[in-house]
């Protein structure tokens, strides 16, 4: 109403003003509602994107290793002075191997025997899991003492990271684990090939270490396929009858609305929570061992079961009543109808349905920390019932560890979690889109 | 006979009773198939249920009791002295019996006949064979493990031959009953619905379970510390368990930990609700249908993401930018270039855990927001509204019940959440309202105090079940109340 009375000062011969409803402001208002939703979406792929970047960047270079290769000189002086290995097999054992290495290293680097600060720094620079490497080298063979072979060995995590570029050399020599003089060796080293990056094999086959250099996610891996197996032996069976006899056969009566409740609830349960139930249930009352991968399969197992079940539940609600009619008309039973025709039609979602709850058991930690799988675990286990560890369990142990060496290695360890989760997401997209039925 | 192998006698009879039934009745047919009642293959599977299932029950059985009456024999055995000790004692002397059973079955007679004639020589002969004992035994012991071995040897036998007596003659039973007019069929689909219920019902067993298993520790626990103590006390400070200690020589104050999770729970919301619901508005109502096909499944990698990797990403990259660019304000504000932020704080758990629920909300929400009817959006389009106003006047007012409920489902899964506040949140049991500084949560002290040696009998580990059933009820408690909504909203439409 007041833009009338404003309106006659410009004259009759101009055209009737619009009436300022407030356009302008409700369009700006509208733009900005849709540059807030705009933004939302950004921030959360901004996110998504840094999230894989950190854990991308820090992780890429734990699938390379730094490495000498060096002559190594098995002195019968060093590991078996005086001559008793036939009658003293422990002698192998416990011999004196990261000395070998240590002189070897030492005589190419051309430092003296009697520096003993050198030699303490060269002795720096080689993993001391050399002790093992050696000892097996010498027990599968005893024939090599005296001889000098050619052996490829790790180079101290510390020293890798350096290779790697992963230490500021500006800091002053003190504040940091490598010396300037071990950096001189090791340009020296890498100058004659002596020294360099392999693909790091060790860090899909071995087992836990206080060493990052030695340490490698192989028999968390090993944990981890046994309680995938354990969950899909005993969650799709359980989880596909149980929906079929919801979906199908129940009577709508208490005690299946009971269930039904009950399923979407312990759905939303934490994961925590299983754990609790695992410990108190299979361990303390059954007796099970701790640390086995059979708990955590079956902890597991009862955590993905509402997942599966829903699941289940959806694609046998997709299957077409006629199917059902058709079948029944023809005679056959109603199990008939069920097992013979709308299960075979309903599997390509049930698979679908199973790979995402396996996916996200792969991934689950919280639970099996209760059940005691956050265990220091260095050899593979044998059976379901031995001590494991598990993918997610090692990366959590690691991410606890201080060193630098470790923030790669968990970082390599998300990054092979994050492709076997890739993995299995596709597998099940593209079996959604190869089979799946529209009716 | 080893448990495995008697599986795989019972598994070949029942393979060999479908065989032969499926050939019985095929041969009573006499290649007339329709005067059969059931085809063939339902006979075989009734002879092959008939073989396999009474001998597992049998086994199962068997199984079950024959320790626990052989363990009540050995220790009805003991000498009158022995049985007037403690309950605990007669279970350490059972437990040696046991060991020392283990050590006998592998010796030789003569080591036998030596280690009877004399007891105390058992100790180091046993540990010999890779058997260690605590103690020296008394002489009862050994005649008791040898009595042990001996019914546990004679029990596997009868084992042995009831479970396969078991199958064959159930396979001979129902291989009998077989005849054209037997309903095989109805038999067979009835066992299989009794499977099929059978499967349903572990869902209330694991509730059961989780609620029986967690409720009896607790119970156990509220013995030692008052329940007022638990959920009012102010002061989170458990020591640690003494071996023999029965008194509670801590406090264990529930109030600073649940302050601890509803706070990061909030700040977590406070993230992941703007960012959810505008992500989900934006992509229900204005996005086109290509940017909705790459963004929708992007943001929900971010669901698929596993929790420990939030975990690792807060704690090494999100703490430390956080302290670095406090330090940086402190530094051009005040000149002080001290952190304000500390690397582990509600702040960092929260931001990063609402990142977490960010797919959570978004999904959820743009479910709802989708099912409004189309009419509604018309009705105000055709008014006049600009689309904003639509959503906001009359879209979200329509869909809000259903966006409360998922909300509250992703506070409860907030309030569950574990490994992102084990490795960001800090284990600083205190309150106090600085979002900087680190506090800790129900769920990392549930983990804390469940990493390490375990004792069922002190209130150190047993906090752990109290901790736990309350963080159970809480979240359930949101989920029915959210189910509650959200059915309630949807009956409007539908």
Redo the contacts between chains.
């Keep these: 109403m007041s833009q009338v009375s404003t309106s006659p000062a410009l004259g009759i011969a101009t055209k009737p003003e619009r009436r300022d409803i407030g356009l302008r402001r409700?369009?700006a208002?509208?733009r900005?509602?849709?540059l807030?939703?705009?933004?939302?979406?950004a921030?959360?792929?901004l996110?998504?994107f840094?999230?894989l970047f950190?854990?991308v960047s820090?992780g890429y270079t734990a699938f390379q290793q730094t490495m000498i290769t060096i002559p190594i000189e098995f002195s019968q002086q060093i590991i078996d002075k005086n001559n008793e290995r036939a009658t003293n097999p422990q002698k192998l054992v416990t011999a004196n191997y990261p000395v070998v290495a240590r002189n070897a290293l030492a005589k190419v680097l051309g430092v003296s025997e009697d520096d003993r600060a050198g030699l303490k720094a060269v002795n720096g620079m080689i993993s001391d899991s050399v002790r093992v490497q050696l000892r097996n080298l010498v027990t599968a063979d005893p024939s090599i003492i005296g001889t000098t072979q050619t052996v490829t060995v790790l180079a101290h995590g510390d020293l890798d990271s350096a290779f790697k570029g992963q230490i500021d050399l500006t800091v002053p020599e003190t504040n940091r684990k490598v010396s300037d003089k071990q950096v001189g060796w090791m340009n020296q080293l890498a100058e004659s090939g002596a020294l360099s990056k392999h693909f790091n094999t060790g860090l899909f086959t071995n087992g836990a270490s206080s060493r990052p250099e030695a340490a490698g996610v192989g028999v968390a891996l090993i944990g981890s396929l046994y309680m995938m197996l354990i969950v899909l032996v005993l969650s799709l069976?359980?989880?596909v009858?149980?929906?079929?006899?919801?979906e199908e056969?129940?009577p709508k009566n208490r005690f299946t609305d009971?269930?039904e409740?009950?399923?979407?609830?312990?759905a939303?349960?934490?994961?925590?929570?299983?754990?609790?139930?695992g410990?108190?249930?299979f361990i303390?009352?059954a007796g099970f061992p701790r640390s086995a991968a059979l708990v955590g399969g079956l902890v597991l197992t009862?955590m993905t079961?509402?997942t599966i079940?829903i699941a289940t539940r959806a694609a046998l609600k997709a299957v077409p009543p006629s199917i059902r009619s058709a079948a029944l008309g023809l005679g056959a039973?109603?199990?008939q109808t069920v097992f013979h025709h709308v299960l075979p039609l309903a599997m390509p979602g049930i698979l679908t349905g199973t790979i995402i709850g396996l996916?996200h058991a792969?991934?689950?930690?919280?639970p099996l920390?209760?059940i005691?799988m956050?265990a220091f675990v260095a050899d593979v286990p044998a059976t379901p019932m031995d001590p494991a560890t598990a993918l997610?369990v090692q990366?959590?142990m690691w991410?606890n560890e201080a060193e630098r060496a470790f923030?790669e290695r968990?970082?390599g360890a998300?990054i092979v979690?994050?492709i076997f989760?890739i993995l299995m997401?596709v597998g099940a997209i593209l079996l959604r889109r190869r089979f799946e039925r529209r009716w | 006979m080893s448990i495995s192998l008697l599986l795989l006698i019972i598994a070949v009879i029942g393979v060999a009773g479908y065989l032969f039934g499926s050939w019985r009745a095929n041969a009573l047919a006499g290649g007339k198939l329709s005067s059969l009642h059931s085809r063939p293959g339902y006979y075989g599977s009734f002879v092959a249920i008939w073989s396999v299932l009474p001998a597992l029950v049998v086994m199962l059985v068997w199984i079950i009791a024959s320790p626990i009456y052989i363990s009540s024999t050995v220790r009805g055995g003991f000498p009158e002295e022995v049985k007037a000790t403690s309950q605990a004692e007669q279970n350490l002397a059972y437990n040696m019996i046991g060991a020392i059973s283990r050590g006998l079955n592998t010796l030789s007679a003569e080591e036998r006949e030596a280690m009877f004639a004399d007891s105390a020589t058992a100790r180091t002969v046993l540990a010999a064979k890779g058997v260690p004992l605590a103690a020296d035994p008394a002489p009862y012991m050994l005649t008791s493990a040898d009595d042990l071995n001996r019914m546990t040897k004679a029990s596997g036998t009868f084992l042995s031959i009831l479970v396969i007596v078991a199958a064959l003659a159930g396979a001979f039973v129902s291989y009998r009953a077989i005849a054209p007019k037997f309903r095989a069929r109805n038999r067979v689909e009835g066992v299989m619905l009794v499977s099929l219920i059978a499967a349903s019902s572990i869902a209330i067993l694991t509730t059961v379970g989780i609620v029986a298993s967690m409720a009896t520790e607790a119970i156990h626990f509220f013995n030692m510390v008052p329940a007022w103590e638990f959920f009012f006390g102010t002061t989170w400070d458990p020591r640690f368990a003494a071996a023999g200690a029965t008194a509670s020589s801590g406090q264990f104050g529930l109030i600073p930990l649940l302050a601890g999770t509803l706070y990061i729970g909030f700040v977590a919301m406070l993230v992941a609700v703007p960012v959810g619901l505008f992500a989900a508005i934006y992509m229900s109502e204005y996005a086109s249908r290509t940017v909705r096909s790459v963004a929708k499944p992007l943001l929900e990698v971010l669901a698929g993401i596993p929790t420990i990797v939030y975990g690792f990403f807060a704690l090494i990259t999100v703490g430390p930018f956080l302290r670095d660019i406090s330090a940086q304000l402190n530094g051009l504000v005040t000149g002080n270039y001290a952190s304000f932020i500390q690397a582990q704080s509600v702040l960092t758990a929260g931001i990063v855990m609402g990142i977490m629920l960010i797919p959570y909300v978004s999904s959820l929400s743009d479910d709802i927001i989708t099912a409004v009817p189309r009419a509604l959006r018309d009705g105000s389009l055709g008014l006049g509204a600009t689309r904003s106003e639509t959503i906001k006047r009359v879209i979200m007012p329509a869909a809000l019940p259903g966006i409360v409920g998922a909300l509250l489902m992703t506070a409860s899964r907030a309030i569950g959440e574990t490994m992102i506040v084990v490795l960001a949140a800090g284990v600083a049991a205190r309150m106090q309202l600085n979002p900087f500084e680190p506090m800790t949560t129900v769920t990392v002290k549930i983990v804390n105090q469940l990493t390490g040696d375990l004792e069922f009998t002190s209130p150190q580990t047993l906090v752990a079940f109290a901790l736990g059933i309350t963080l159970f009820v809480i979240t359930l408690c949101l989920n029915i109340y959210a189910l509650y909504i959200v059915r309630k909203y949807r009956e409007q439409y539908e």
């Design positions: 409700r369009y208002a509208e900005r509602f849709r807030y939703g705009m933004a939302a979406i921030f959360g792929l996110f998504l840094l999230l950190s854990v820090k069976p359980i989880g009858a149980a929906s079929i006899y919801l056969f129940a009971l269930i409740v009950n399923i979407n609830n312990l939303a349960v934490p994961s925590i929570v299983y754990g609790l139930l410990l108190a249930v303390n009352f009862l079961l509402p079940i039973s109603k199990m996916a792969l991934g689950e930690t919280a920390l209760l005691g956050v997610p990366i959590y991410a923030v968990t970082s998300i979690l994050l989760l997401n």
